[in-house]
Nanobody, 117 residues
Framework: QVQLVESGGGLVQAGGSLRLSCAAS????????FAWYRQAPGKQREFVATISRGGNTDYAESVKGRFTISRDNAENTVYLQMNSLKPEDTAVYSC???????????WGQGTQVTVSS
């Protein structure tokens, strides 16, 4: 059973930074993609960023230039560095891992990020 555990959320003022971590219970080499999603109160879950096994990245337009996704395979951890945070970034951020051969997604429990104005 794969487990993803997020951490690093919290309360920060607008313009500040946070780094989210997603620790996997097994080697990150076993996953084709990792992604971060977020869900604000009353809104649908939305894509934030993704990174492939090879290190290719993609971002939602709303976070480009401010957020950076990375992976440390030695630590079995994926990170989301969030800079220049805005109140509209407030949401529960969840980590997702995808295994293409199994067509299976795994999700973490989420971590709350609150940005005050």
């Amino acid at each position: 059973q794969v487990q993803l555990v997020e951490s690093g959320g919290g309360l920060v003022q607008a313009g500040g930074s946070l780094r989210l971590s997603c620790a996997a219970s097994r080697s990150t080499f076993g996953f084709d993609f990792f992604a971060w999603y977020r869900q604000a109160p009353g809104k649908q879950r939305e894509f934030v960023a993704t990174i492939s096994r090879g290190g290719n990245t993609d971002y939602a337009e709303s976070v480009k230039g401010r957020f950076t996704i990375s992976r440390d395979n030695a630590e079995n951890t994926v990170y989301l560095q969030m800079n220049s945070l805005k109140p509209e970034d407030t949401a529960v951020y969840s980590c997702n891992a995808y295994v293409a051969t199994m067509r299976r997604h795994y999700w973490g429990q989420g971590t709350q990020v609150t940005v005050s104005s």
